[in-house]
């Protein structure tokens, strides 16, 4: 079992900047991890994913603005995410997963407005 722990959320203009942090109780230097986010009404998306090697995965729309990385030593999976746009706006999700189980953190709020 994986208890997940986001932080870092905020309010911030267009334009910043953001580092989200997702802490797990054990180690996840084997475990697939993934940022998802959901914005009011809409249904939960993949925001970005890294294995267990290093490989990385974003969606189309973060793309050359967000940064996924770990450090398994601290069992943290970060997210950076830079040129923030209103349509970024969502709760924050991070996942672990190992075969055959996922775990969801509780969420952080990233607001980005004016």
């Known amino acids: 079992q994986v208890q997940l722990v986001e932080s870092g959320g905020g309010l911030v203009q267009p334009g910043g900047s953001l580092r989200l942090s997702c802490a797990a109780s054990r180690s996840i230097f084997s475990i697939y991890m993934g940022w998802y986010r959901q914005a009011s009404g809409k249904e939960r998306q993949l925001v970005a994913a890294?294995?267990?090697?290093?490989?990385?995965n974003y969606a189309e729309s973060v793309k050359g603005r967000f940064t996924i990385s770990r450090d398994n030593a601290k069992n943290t999976v970060y997210l950076q995410m830079n040129s923030l746009k209103p349509e970024d706006t969502a709760v924050y999700y991070c996942?672990?997963?190992?075969?055959?189980?996922?775990?969801w953190g509780q969420g952080t709020q990233v607001t980005v407005s004016s």
């Open positions: 996942k672990a997963v190992i075969p055959g189980l996922s775990y």
């Open positions: 890294i294995t267990s090697g290093g490989i990385t």
